[in-house]
């Protein structure tokens, strides 16, 4: 009798291949990345837990918070906006979590893309991986623009770069092209080619630069501050003018300027120790985002009211008004090296995940070579630094920030629904390595001869069977009984809790498009949410009830950073990270589906069949383990 297996790809044997079609999207690949090892395009291992914080604050801090103090202060949170940031950064710890249970179990490149291809599938990876393609394109591309006229006022005024940088309209065409901005991003692209040890202390260095600018703007703020006795908190409406709906809204606009600490997620395979490390670097690299936001938005505020305010200088003309005009270059000087620090941190990620899917053959193997002497993917790099560069020359992308939000926001849900998946549905079947494929069916052909005596006949000692393979009958069928009964309850088990985490998921969606759908009528209104609630709530309950499955302490790299208060935590990020996707523009949700719809056509007519799991063998992942120490 063999064991009927739970997961969706091997069936109900002992061993089963990934097939086509439908099934091709259900494939799962290893947590570990030794078959990656073994082909020899490994990355170089050379990231500390310093470097990591850099990368981690230095792509998440960004020119954004220069201007966002100004706007959210006086459109929704008033002085209450260092309120709204804390908000914010708790519900991006919710997500930064989840990113560093799954760094530290599946180290390998790709983040998002690889955690959903270990949970989820290749439909689902390749979806995500696409999606972030283009957000860390479009991203880049979006910040290398705003440098130039950041940088245009040290020379003046908004049209007074040298006449090589500055920004033209060529002659025919609606087209303003950005000299400046193409040329940052393939300055960077060169310095990520070095290495990431070199590109990592540039990155430090410039975060480092940017962070003493933000310490500057809050010492100075504090003096002022105390010398006119905070007066921006006088104000007659309150510490919440607004009211709670005002800070929640502040909250919603302000989230999006933690985003970047997934940045560290995608150097998990250039680390040295990534169990340790990557845990700890994503959230002290998030703690310290979050400090500075809410120093900087408190000496903000309360040296200017928050009706007062530039909307687009905030903090400079803050201290123009008391009589420090020179602060205008400190802070805009802080805004380059903002920029810059983000820029690096947009161009780093997107060469590892073309690497990834390459690696995968869901991409062209063109993007999965290592250069010998940098360990970097420098083909991807360049490709990746073009791509951007011509963007930036050619198109205002700000018009397209909506989509980097999308492919951010998808990339945090997908990452919670993995967590979920990891700790109560595991895969119980992985895909066996050829260089065990040989090791495994001797030794399967070796506990059948067992099972024999010299004269052919069948003899009942299964002490040597293994791995919950029972090929023959048990001597005691009380024992037999029991343990086919545990075998059929772990199975009920998985099955429910499948279930349940797809309640959860379709209670979230149902319940954030009716809170949302303002449009229509009260009462569909109500019952949306209604609907949407109930089945969020029986989702979780029955995830509260059930035992979490006892494979999900060994599934990857054990012994790492594990995800507190599940199934709370990332229930609490899928909703959260759902709501903001559902509030976002249509215009960018049409440009996103058509780019997934194109991604969907390069799947199907390439990645679907040369994808490297496409004639693997799956087997249980006690018979992988068992082949490995054999």
Partial sequence: MALEGAGEIGGGGGMGRGGGGLRSLMRRKPADSDRVRAEGQQLAKELNILELIAIGVGSTIGAGVYVLVGTVAREHAGPALTVSFLIAGIAAALS???????????????????????????????????????????????????ISPNL?????????????????????????????????????????????????????????????VMLFVIVAGCYIGFQIGWDGYNVTDGYFPYGVNGVLAGSATVFFAYIGFDTVASTAEE????????????????????????????????????????????????????????????????????????????????????????????????????????????????????????????????????????????????????????RYVPPDEVPLPSSLRESSRLNQEYDEEKGRDPLGEEIYNTSQIKDQILIEPLKDPLLEKKQYTGMMDEMKRRKVAAFSIGSVCLGVLVFTSSASATWLPFLPICIGCTIGGLLLIAGLGVLCWINQDDGSHSFGHSGGFRCPFVPFLPVLCILINTYLLINLGGDAWIRVSIWLLIGILVYIFYGRTRSSLIDVVYAPVARVNDCRSS
């Fill in 152 to 212: 245009a006022l040290f020379f003046g005024g908004p049209d007074s770069l040298p006449w090589i940088l500055a920004r033209h309209q060529l002659p025919w065409f609606d087209v303003i092209v950005d000299p400046c901005a193409a040329a940052l991003v393939l300055v960077v692209s060169v310095l990520l080619c070095l290495g990431i040890k070199e590109s990592s202390f540039v990155q430090g260095i410039v975060t480092t630069l940017n962070a003493c």
């Fill in 96 to 146: 930064a979590f989840c990113y560093a249970e799954l760094a530290s179990r599946c180290p390998s490149a790709g983040s998002a893309y690889h955690y959903s291809y270990v949970c989820l599938g290749e439909g689902v990876a390749w979806l995500i991986g696409w999606a972030l393609v283009l957000e860390y394109t479009i991203g880049g591309s979006a910040v290398a623009r705003g």
């Fill in 271 to 422: 680390v040295k120790n990534p169990q340790r490390d990557l845990p700890l670097g994503i959230g002290a690299a998030l703690s310290i985002c979050c400090i500075l936001y809410m120093m900087v938005s408190v000496v903000i505020v309360g040296i200017v009211p928050y009706s007062a305010m530039d909307p687009d200088t905030p903090i400079s003309s803050a201290f123009a008004k008391h009589g420090m005009q020179w602060a205008m270059y400190v802070v805009t000087s802080g805004a380059v090296l903002a920029l810059c620090s983000t820029l690096m941190g947009s161009l780093l990620p997107q060469p590892r995940i073309l690497m990834a899917m390459a690696r995968d053959g869901l991409l062209p193997s063109f993007f999965s070579d290592v250069n010998k002497q940098t360990q970097v993917p420098v083909k991807g790099t360049i490709v990746a630094g073009i791509c951007a560069a011509a963007l930036a020359f050619f198109m205002d992308v700000s018009q397209l920030a909506g989509m980097v939000s999308i492919g951010t926001l998808l990339a945090f849900t997908i990452v919670a629904v993995s967590i979920l998946i990891l």
